[in-house]
């Protein structure tokens, strides 16, 4: 289900936002924002009516506490900015937000006090098409459903190759926490194996073996081009633990392979799970 986002442009505001990127906010709206969620962000002013407009949507990623165990962060996997403001008066009469509020509150009027609140399907393609953008499906959805494993990874690379090296190494990190696809998809085209070393993943109760995603951020820094699967190795959960709270970790860029060393007694060069890579995996199992 939509939601919106109360985001303050034109007035400062007093949490610790960074549009388009994170959303701080209180704990007492945490039930009302989810991974996944897609938003509007709006801009809401009750003195000044020209200060009421929707302004960009996105797609929720980690929803994190804050240190003061007050707050949260909600990080965005995408975020854009409409052309131009979109008012919250409906040309046809009445607030956009009506559009089907039924299936979201009971009254008519949207409860403009709340930072956080549902939007209707209807209201929230109503609001996208007045900004003159199409609605278009979650990124992550469309990946969840890819049957193919080599076209998800596909999707995945192609959806954040314009990102900066940093912004899109978040994103990919997002996503990955949130869903099983990707990891799924390479452990198609791989098999269930730690890519460090080589344990077999075990025996979930479904039948299905169990392997995890890592993330290598820091060989990505330097290429905002590369794809970003190439910063994506399967490991068993040993090699996950040490990778993140090790002594004498080192994770290095070493061309089209990854040099991983883990303390003293382990050290691997991993091939980057680039598509040309996996292309190859791909055919040498045919």
């Known amino acids: 289900m939509p939601i919106i986002l109360s985001q303050r442009v034109d007035t400062g505001s007093d949490y610790n936002d960074v549009p388009f990127v994170v959303y701080h906010f209180p704990k007492r709206y945490r039930r009302q924002i989810n991974p996944g969620d897609l938003f509007l962000y709006y801009q ?19 929803v994190e506490l804050c240190e003061d165990g007050e707050h949260y962060n909600a990080w965005f996997l995408e975020a854009k900015q409409f052309p131009g403001r979109v008012p919250i008066y409906n040309p046809a009469g009445g607030y956009y937000e009506s559009l089907g509020y039924a299936s979201v509150r009971k009254s008519e009027t949207p409860p403009w006090q709340n930072s956080i609140r549902p ?58 926490e949130r869903g099983t696809r990707i990891t799924g998809s390479l452990k198609k085209l791989l ?35 590369s794809l970003c699967s190439d910063n994506v190795v399967l490991v068993c959960p040993n090699c996950h633990r040490k990778l993140h709270y090790g002594r004498d970790v080192e994770v290095a860029d070493r061309g089209d392979k990854i040099l991983v060393r883990l303390g003293s007694t382990r050290e691997r ?18």
């Open 44 to 62: 809401g002013n009750r003195v000044k009516k020209e200060q009421r407009y929707y302004f960009g949507t996105g797609i929720i990623g980690k």
């Open 119 to 176: 939007l209707s399907e209807s209201a929230f393609s109503a609001i996208l098409a007045a900004a003159g953008l199409q609605r278009t499906d979650d990124i992550s959805g469309v990946i969840e459903k890819a049957e193919d494993p080599l076209q998800a990874i596909r999707l995945l690379n192609e959806a954040y190759k314009e990102c900066s090296p940093q912004k899109r190494d978040r994103m990919v990190s997002l996503h990955i």
């Open 191 to 225: 098999g269930p194996f730690c890519q460090i070393c080589g344990a077999e993943g075990f025996v979930k109760q479904d039948g299905d073996r169990y392997i995890e995603a890592h993330h290598l951020v820091q060989i990505a820094l330097s290429a905002s081009s």
């Open 269 to 286: 060069l991993v091939m980057k799970n680039t598509v040309k890579y996996l292309e190859s995996c791909l055919i040498s199992n045919v």
